[in-house]
């Protein structure tokens, strides 16, 4: 069974600054990937960036980054230069192994971005 | 915008109701992921369909059945509703083709059952 846990409900950034989101999971499989989601509050879950479980490098899109530490079984987010629009609730998913490779989420963080 | 869609944007239904949710994946992609959100939660993982059969299952009840159609757009039918199928379904397209296989998700229908 795989587990994700985040353990920040709310998080509050001054506008410009960078925050880190935390996620930590849990899986016995080798290999899996790991997802952010950003889900403001009309819904839709947008996806944000992709770390796959053999990836050597620490992926980057624009101004988000994940900071994947895999002896710890971390894959925290990091958003650099937070905007206004940034203010969501933010997901940490990761994949199964298999063939369906569902999703699995974690509770998410609320981020507000303070102007 | 991910080209993922879904309709109806909201319902609301009776307990013992039976409801149709529909979704038109992402051009180039064949597979479809149903997820329900209760408030305040994670999206929990239904089904998905793969050319047009079920390729995994998630905890829920058969009351929750899917299709997949050959233009690989889906429906998640529930029967038999209950207060605690009020959530927020959202649905997915992903291709399966390697390792890194991201769902795309689509704007979601809020489901209100009284």
């Known amino acids: 069974a795989q587990k994700i846990t985040q353990t920040q409900p709310g998080m509050f950034v001054q506008e410009k600054e960078a925050v880190t989101l935390d996620c930590t999971y849990d899986t016995s499989d080798q290999s899996y990937g790991l997802f952010w989601y950003k889900q403001p509050s009309s819904g839709e879950m947008i996806f944000l960036i992709y770390q796959g479980s053999y990836d050597e490098q620490n992926a980057t899109e624009g101004r988000y980054s994940l900071n994947f530490q895999k002896a710890r079984k971390s894959a925290n987010l990091v958003i650099s230069a937070s905007q206004l629009g940034d203010s969501a609730m933010y997901f940490c998913a990761m994949s199964a192994s298999g063939s369906a490779r569902q999703l699995t989420f974690g509770s998410g963080t609320q981020l507000t971005v303070l102007p | ?114």
Request: hydrophobic content about 30%; glycine content about 10%; proline content about 5%.
């Open chain 2, 1 to 114: 915008e991910t080209g993922v869609t879904q309709s109806p944007t909201h319902l609301i239904k009776t307990r013992g109701q039976q409801v149709t949710l529909r979704c038109s994946s992402q051009s180039g992609h064949n597979t479809v992921s149903w997820y329900q959100q209760a408030l305040g939660q994670g999206p929990q993982f239904i089904f998905q369909y793969y050319r047009e059969e079920e390729n995994g299952r998630g905890n829920f009840p058969p009351r929750f059945s899917g299709l997949q159609f050959p233009n690989y757009s889906s429906e998640l039918n529930v029967n038999a509703l209950e207060l605690d199928d009020s959530a927020l379904y959202l649905c997915a397209s992903s291709h399966i083709a390697g390792v890194q296989e991201t769902q795309y998700f689509g704007p979601g229908t809020r489901l209100l059952v009284l």
